[in-house]
């Protein structure tokens, strides 16, 4: 099963359950906003599925961008396992960061792909 994370109308993210797994689990403890947190936890539990950012408050927004843009890729390359594919997760979890740029969110301007 593949997962969804909606920023914007017209600017998603589509990964492996897996992947959609880990990058919601990536959030989960990070988050200050514990109602945030219990959400994601709720749909990984639960193999929702799809993550609609416009479904949490603003602030939780702002924070889930900010942990994406400042730690995703890092996080990545340092916790996913080392297999022949791990180059291409890392690009499609740099993906993700450049669509919350495409998305609009606030913050520094796309710094470009890595």
């Known amino acids: 099963m593949a997962g969804l994370i909606v920023l914007k109308a017209g600017v998603d993210w589509t990964a492996t359950g897996g992947l959609f797994d880990w990058t ?13 947190a219990n959400h994601l936890q709720e749909i ?3 193999n929702l599925g ?11 927004q702002r924070e889930i961008v900010s942990h994406w843009r400042n730690d995703l890729v890092t996080a990545g390359e340092r916790q996913l396992p080392e297999t022949e594919h791990k180059i ?13 740029y495409s ?3 606030p913050g520094s301007s796309n710094p470009g792909r890595r």
């Not at 919601?24 to 945030?36: G, K, M, N, V, Y």
């Not at 799809?50 to 939780?60: E, R």
């Open 44 to 46: 990984v539990d639960n």
């Open 50 to 60: 799809s993550l609609w950012i416009d479904d949490l408050p603003a602030a939780a």
């Open 24 to 36: 919601l689990e990536f959030l989960i403890s990070r988050l200050s906003d514990r109602q945030a």
């Open 103 to 105: 998305a609009g969110f």
């Open 88 to 100: 291409d997760v890392i690009r499609h979890l740099q993906e993700l960061v450049d669509a919350t």
